[in-house]
């Protein structure tokens, strides 16, 4: 079930890493925006928690949210220039709320949360060791190495607060890692994400699963976190081929008017076959080099060559295509 959607990820993110007309700059602004979009996502699911144990809670305005955001954001610069390892998931809580882990460091309270009991504070620097070398050790895949730092996270519970806002971080934060976009649970199916992650871990409590044997309850989680990197990678490749951008320039001047006529052929070509649209600007002042043509949007390099063979080689005018994505 989570194989076939991965083996989809994995085909998607081979070819947003190399493709070399997808532009880099435009992948980290996207998987940016993704991450971000993550966090709130994040914050809200934490939010309805709280409101569905039937707690009285208000909404107390975009300045509690952007702090929380803000606070989100630091932990994962915490981890991006701390690396993942026991140091960096000691203080991870603290960043995340201060408030309630008032101190830097690891739980101190016997906790309980969904009728079940996390490990006791004396064992939790065994297990955030653990978990560290986990992730620093164990060749496993990336999508399923994330979706355990999530669980082992959750499981643990090392902080006194934050501890689901740490665990969904630590899993985009893996996911990056290894080139992969964040995975975006939306806040809408926080119900839907709290029982998936709850029957996982009681089937992990239970001996029934483990990261090392999934159980049937771990792999329906696994699927939904898959669907949403899926989601997540789908977006990134569909931005980056519409961002595809080339410099066309028509090396020798011929018909009059020939550019034109050729960045409108282009032009039709983003209005037909699922494209999203091409923009063409034609630029004259070259000199004696010719024309050229500005390029944008949905369109290979081999189907811009073929265009340009159609119409332009017609007249024996050489023209020469540079790819301006990277």
């Not at 630590?170 to 995975?183: K, M, T, V």
């Not at 011929?254 to 050729?262: D, I, K, R, S």
Request: charged fraction near 25%; aromatic fraction near 6%.
């Amino acid at each position: 079930m989570g194989s076939e959607t991965i083996s989809k990820i994995d085909s998607i993110i081979s070819r947003t890493n190399t493709h070399p007309e997808y532009s880099v700059s435009t992948a980290r602004r996207l998987k940016d925006i993704l991450r971000d979009e993550a966090a709130k996502h994040s914050y809200e699911i934490e939010y309805i928690q709280v409101r569905d144990l039937g707690d009285i809670v208000e909404r107390r305005g975009g300045g509690v949210e952007q702090k929380t955001f803000n606070r989100l954001k630091n932990a994962w610069d915490h981890l991006a220039q701390n690396g993942l390892n026991f140091h960096s998931l000691y203080n991870l809580g603290h960043i995340i709320d201060p408030e309630s882990n008032r101190s830097s460091g690891l739980r101190k309270l016997e906790v309980q949360f969904g009728g079940f009991a996390p490990p006791a504070p004396s064992v939790l620097p065994d297990r955030v060791h653990g978990l560290a070398y986990f992730l620093e050790n164990v060749q496993i895949h990336p999508v399923r190495r994330a979706v355990n730092a999530h669980l082992d996270t959750v499981m643990i519970h090392p902080y006194e607060d934050g501890n689901g806002r740490a665990a969904r971080l630590l899993q985009n934060f893996c996911l990056d890692e290894r080139g992969y976009p964040s995975a975006i649970i939306p806040s809408t199916e926080a119900r839907l994400y709290r029982t998936l992650i709850g029957e996982t871990i009681k089937e992990r409590v239970s001996g029934a699963g483990s990261w090392k044997d999934p159980g049937k309850a771990e792999e329906s989680f696994v699927e939904y976190i898959s669907s949403k990197i899926l989601s997540s990678a789908q977006r990134l490749e569909q931005e980056l081929k519409s961002k595809r951008a080339y410099t066309v320039l028509l090396k020798e001047r011929g018909n009059p008017g020939l550019a034109h006529v050729t960045a409108r052929k282009i032009r039709s070509k983003g209005r037909f076959g699922g494209n999203e649209g091409i923009k063409v600007s034609v630029d004259k002042k070259n000199g004696n080099r010719g024309e050229s043509l500005t390029v944008i949007g949905d369109i290979s390099q081999k189907d811009l060559n073929k265009i340009l063979s159609e119409v332009v080689g017609r007249h024996s005018i050489k023209y020469s295509i540079d790819n301006d994505s990277c």
